[in-house]
Structures are given as structure tokens and as C-alpha cells.
């Protein structure tokens, strides 16, 4: 079974500043996706970027980075000048592909709050 | 297109009602999805369907029943609610993974069970 574990529970940040949220997860599956989630205060479910784990670029969003790195089985979100619109919860998730469906293991989640 | 959509957003319940949380998608995907988010537990999945008239369990399905009649809907039904069944339930909707390909999941904006 696939785990996914986020090891910081809250974290906080300085406007402008930037910010590295961690994630690692355990699988024996070679070929998967991985994500990161944000849910803002208004609990919606809002998908923030992803990696296709046969790639070797890391993924990039905007301001938002991811450094992975698939022999140490981690995935990490960088969110670069960080804003007050990105206080929220940061899920990350790990998805596999299994006989036409996708089946996504969340982890526990990171509280991230940005400091005016 | 309305996306996601959940109703109630808020429910209430005594131990041992039963009732039935409503999702909707307008966006003809074949694969939907329930979820319960717990406080430090991230989203667990309850059950899940790839298509009409086919459903299966999740991690943690124990007091929830599901069925799938038609692609746009997908009813989560509790049979007798738990104080433990207290949470917050997303339902999810995405195109099915065809060759390993992932396709991005859709939440509802949940609906949040308090069970007294």
C-alpha cells in the first residue's frame, strides 16, 4: 500500500518570502503521479500543480516549484514570493493508475500561514 | 458547467438517522469519487465508482452505501449515523485513466456531517 507523509503539520512564512513544504511517500510502483492540493479557508479542493513521475524535470507552476526526487521518494513544494491568498492547507497526494482508474493516497496535510 | 456540485453543505444528525449526501457532475466524467477529510487524517476514500452501475469500496467504507444510476450522479447513503461519521465528505469526479494517464480530479465543495 502507498503511503504519503508530510511531516510539518503548520508552517508559516513572510509575505514575499518563500516557503518549502515537504513530502515523502513510500511505493513499490514505478510508474505514478504525484501532486500538490491547496484548500483555502473555503474547503475547496484546488489543484496546485503535479509530476509525472517518468519525467525527470521537476514540475513548475508559476510561483509555485516542486523538487522531486524519486530515488529518496520525496516531493516538495516550493512557493516562491509568497502571498496572502496562499494561506491554506497543502495537501500532497500520490496517484497510481490501476485498471482504468486512478486510486489517490493523500497525506495528512500542511497548515500554511502567510505573515503580512 | 457547474462543475462539482454537493448538497447539503451543512447537515446535522442525530445517532442513528440516516440520510444521504447528494453530488452531481456536469462534466460527463465516468469516474467518481467519495472522500472524508478528518482533522490531522487528510482525505480518506469511502467508495468510488468508474461507471453507471459500478461501484466499490474505498479505505474506509464501513456505514456508507453508494450507488451509480446514471454518470452525472453519485449519492453517498449513511445507514445509521456514528458520532464517529462526524467529518467533512467531498465528492470527486474525473475521466478515467486509460493507458496509465492520469486526468485531474474535480471536487465538490463538500459538505460538512456533524453527527450528535
Known amino acids: 500500500a502507498q503511503t504519503v507523509t508530510q511531516s510539518q503539520p503548520e508552517m508559516s512564512v513572510q509575505e514575499a518570502e518563500t516557503v518549502t513544504l515537504s513530502c515523502t511517500y513510500d511505493?513499490?510502483?514505478?510508474?505514478?503521479?504525484l501532486f500538490w492540493y491547496k484548500q483555502p479557508p473555503s474547503r475547496q479542493m484546488i489543484l496546485v500543480i503535479r509530476?509525472?513521475?517518468?519525467?525527470?524535470q521537476n514540475a513548475t507552476e508559476n510561483r509555485f516549484s516542486v523538487n522531486f526526487q524519486k530515488a529518496a521518494k520525496s516531493f516538495s513544494l516550493k512557493i516562491s514570493d509568497s502571498q496572502l491568498g496562499d494561506t491554506a492547507m497543502y495537501f500532497c497526494?500520490?496517484?497510481?493508475?490501476?485498471?482504468?482508474?486512478?486510486?489517490?493516497?493523500f497525506g495528512t496535510g500542511t497548515k500554511l500561514q502567510v505573515i503580512p | 458547467n457547474a462543475g462539482v456540485t454537493q448538497t447539503p453543505k451543512f447537515q446535522v444528525l442525530k445517532t442513528g438517522q440516516s440520510m444521504t449526501l447528494q453530488c452531481a457532475q456536469d462534466?460527463?466524467?465516468?469516474?467518481m469519487s467519495w472522500y472524508r477529510q478528518d482533522p490531522g487524517m487528510g482525505l480518506r476514500l469511502i467508495h468510488y465508482?468508474?461507471?453507471?452501475?459500478?461501484?466499490d469500496q474505498g479505505e474506509v467504507p464501513n456505514g456508507y452505501n453508494v450507488s451509480r444510476s446514471t454518470t452525472e450522479d453519485f449519492p453517498l447513503r449513511l445507514l445509521s449515523a456514528a458520532p464517529s461519521q462526524t467529518s467533512v465528505y467531498f465528492c470527486?469526479?474525473?475521466?478515467?485513466?486509460?493507458?496509465?494517464?492520469?486526468?485531474?480530479?474535480?471536487f465538490g465543495p463538500g459538505t460538512r456531517l456533524t453527527v450528535l
Open positions: 511505493t513499490s510502483e514505478s510508474n505514478y503521479y
Open positions: 465508482s468508474v461507471g453507471a452501475g459500478i461501484t
Open positions: 497526494a500520490f496517484c497510481r493508475s490501476s485498471g482504468g482508474y486512478q486510486k489517490v493516497t
Open positions: 470527486a469526479s474525473s475521466r478515467t485513466g486509460m493507458g496509465g494517464m492520469y486526468n485531474e480530479q474535480f
Open positions: 462534466m460527463n466524467h465516468e469516474y
Open positions: 509530476q509525472e513521475a517518468y519525467k525527470q
